[in-house]
């Protein structure tokens, strides 16, 4: 605080019975702040700052020289000797002032001896404040008031838009708010619901906001009238992040720093949320009523399992399905899945549509069950197996030695023996093809021997069985003696020499 100077002398002097005293509330540019001290001395308020320039007071000039008098509170009075105190200054009433085309408010400096007031032009909406008195006039609300700076401009009612472009008049805020069906509403009053919007000023509810549901399932007002939610997936060892992320507009395509939204305490994980690419993750979006990327929104979305002819595993498709159909076939023995109808997709031997998020996997294909069973196991290692989708039969095959294999698709080139058939599950027993028809020769075999010129023929007989169109002789292809056992080992070898060669 500055010292009082002059002392008493100056308050003495009867000759000098009008004194003033200021009360500076605004800073001036310079070394000090929050000044709040007071100057007192004789005389009517400085008008300029040349009494300053003047004053005995060095650091006071150098303090207020470049202060605007205009902006300092100042208070005469000549009621008696020392008047000018400090709870007299309090005492005085001060008004904001602004006149009708101005955009700032200032606090008045000198006192008000009438009233403080403020008006309204209806008409231009624009607001008047200082002393005096309010005028009579149907186009202006005006209100007057005797307290210090008690002239705000919320005293006086504005108008707000309400709908089909009427208006309604209020000291309370206008509001925007929008509904449940997408609709807008204005008018006069607090807002009623949380996806509404307030304000003070003059008809300012004159826009139409949109919101959306934001980071921590807060409210964001939106330009536009889009809404997306996309689904953060990662994993960095037994750390993992599923969540969803919220924000106004479309579903994003380029990079996103998600960091401020999703917390991590892994590094790894923490760097991937920096730079996370928003076309390979899953988003939906949305447009028909405020805050609809909500999570339900997205979980009714409908994605699709999306695979090409030559991709290894299929993945989770990023998009939802516009055609409101998935997709699940077979082209060329390899799974293909996606959005789309089936009659849409071409040389797909097998197809078919689900309208479920990701209800498109390979189990919705017909699948037939095989007996499997290879020829170097033993008869009851034999399983039923579900095949693949891509195959529609199982077989049967029994090699040289009579061995047995069994398995789903088409009969392999290497088997003279097999049968393939595809009418019921495990439909390959082993009566479909019985060792009895097999231990037979294929072909018609001469046998010569080496002591005689007599040959022994033995012609092929053909018996078909159903489901196959390979042939299988009905009995043995020579009739050999169980005595002669040289005969029987050159029999046995020349069958092994035909069927190698």
């Known amino acids: 605080m500055l010292r009082r100077f002059k002392g008493f002398k100056i308050y003495l002097k009867r000759w000098l019975a009008h004194c003033y005293v200021e009360h500076p509330y605004l800073v001036s540019k310079g070394a000090f702040k929050n000044l709040n001290e007071f100057y007192y001395d004789c005389g009517k308020c400085p008008v300029n700052n040349e009494f300053f320039k003047n004053t005995s007071n060095v650091s006071l000039s150098k303090r207020l020289v470049e202060t605007n008098l205009s902006g300092i509170q100042c208070a005469e009075c000549n009621n008696g000797p020392l008047c000018n105190t400090e709870k007299f200054l309090e005492k ?46 149907e ?21 707000c838009w309400t709908n089909k472009n009427e208006k309604c008049k209020t000291k309370n805020p206008c509001y925007t708010l929008r509904t449940s069906t997408n609709e ?58 599923n969540q ?29 949320i920096k730079k996370i690419n928003m076309s390979n993750v899953q988003c939906a979006q949305c447009n028909n009523k405020p805050v609809c990327n909500a999570d339900t929104f997205f979980e009714s979305q409908l994605f699709c399992w999306e695979k090409d002819f030559n991709e290894w595993t299929a993945t989770k498709g990023k998009r939802f399905c516009k055609q409101g159909l998935c997709f699940v076939g077979i082209n060329k023995g390899e799974k293909v899945q996606g959005c789309g109808k089936c009659s849409d997709q071409k040389s797909l031997s ?42 529609d039969s199982c077989y049967i095959a029994r090699d040289i030695f009579w061995r047995t294999e069994q398995n789903c698709g088409e009969c392999p080139t290497k088997y003279e023996n097999c049968i393939k058939c595809n009418h ?33 023929t033995k012609k092929e ?5 159903k489901g196959t169109t390979h042939r299988f002789s009905s009995r043995s292809s020579a009739h050999i003696n169980k005595n002669e056992n040289n005969m029987l080992a050159l029999t046995l070898l020349t069958l092994i020499i035909y069927y190698i060669f």
């Open 461 to 465: 007989s053909t018996n078909f069985i």
């Open 244 to 272: 969803f992320h919220y924000n106004c507009g479309k579903c994003p395509s380029g990079i996103l720093n998600l960091s401020p939204y999703i917390k991590t305490k892994g590094l790894t994980l923490q760097n991937k």
């Open 92 to 137: 005085q009433m001060f008004c904001f002032e602004k006149s009708e085309n101005d955009t700032n408010i200032i606090k008045g400096a000198r006192v008000c001896r009438d009233k403080c007031f403020v008006s309204r032009n209806f008409t231009t909406g624009n607001v008047t404040q200082g002393c005096g008195k309010c005028l009579k006039d």
């Open 139 to 159: 186009k202006i609300d005006c209100i007057a008031c005797k307290e210090r700076y008690c002239n705000t401009g919320d005293k006086v009612a504005k108008l």
């Open 424 to 456: 019921t599950d495990l439909c390959n027993e082993d009566s479909l093809l019985p060792l009895s028809t097999t231990t037979a020769g294929a072909k018609t075999i001469s046998l010569v021997y080496s002591t005689t010129t007599s040959e022994l």
């Open 350 to 391: 097998k197809c078919f549509n689900c309208s479920n998020p990701l209800c498109n996997d390979e189990t919705k294909l017909p699948q037939i069950k095989c007996y499997q069973l290879t020829s170097n196991q033993r008869p009851n290692d034999r399983k039923a197996k579900t095949c693949h989708p891509s195959y």
């Open 184 to 241: 807008v509403k204005k008018g006069c009053g607090k807002c009623p619901f949380h996806t509404c919007e307030e304000c003070n000023d003059h008809l300012c509810n004159n826009q139409d906001p949109f919101y959306c549901f934001g980071f921590m399932n807060s409210y964001r007002n939106c330009n536009k009238s889009d809404c997306y939610i996309a689904k953060i997936e990662e994993k960095n060892g037994d750390e993992k992040i």
